[in-house]
């Protein structure tokens, strides 16, 4: 059985950091697409960042572009998710995809096979 368990969510100040995880288990993970989603208070779920397996695709969306990194350790089958210089629009839950097929691109939904059941992160102003 597929699990992903996302942590590191919580309340910040604007201007903070915090550091997401998303830690896979219940088969190989060799070959897949690692990503960070998120859905903020009315809105729809959107993507955030993701990086293939070998570490040398990544994607970010552009309001997150130059602030957040993304990096994994395919040892562990944990991606992680660097977020600094926060904003209060960065309040969401975010959710951690892992997916194989490649014929979707890496922003799109289409993409992931297995989904974690998200962490609150909040910024406040």
């Known amino acids: 059985q597929v699990q992903l368990v996302e942590s590191g969510g919580g309340l910040v100040q604007a201007g903070g950091s915090l550091r997401l995880s998303c830690a896979a288990s219940?088969?190989?993970?060799?070959?897949?697409?690692m990503g960070w989603f998120r859905q903020g208070p009315g809105k729809e779920r959107e993507f955030v960042s993701a990086i293939s397996w070998s570490g040398s695709n990544t994607a970010y969306a552009d309001s997150v572009k130059d602030r957040f990194s993304i990096s994994r350790d395919n040892a562990k089958n944990t991606v992680y998710l660097q977020m600094n210089s926060l904003k209060p629009e960065d309040t969401a839950v975010y959710y951690c995809?892992?997916?194989?097929?490649?014929?979707?691109?890496?922003?799109?939904?289409?993409?992931?096979?297995?989904w974690g059941q998200g962490t609150q992160v909040t910024v406040s102003s």
């Open positions: 995809a892992v997916g194989l097929t490649v014929i979707a691109p890496m922003q799109s939904f289409l993409r992931y096979d297995y």
């Open positions: 219940g088969r190989s993970f060799t070959g897949y697409t």
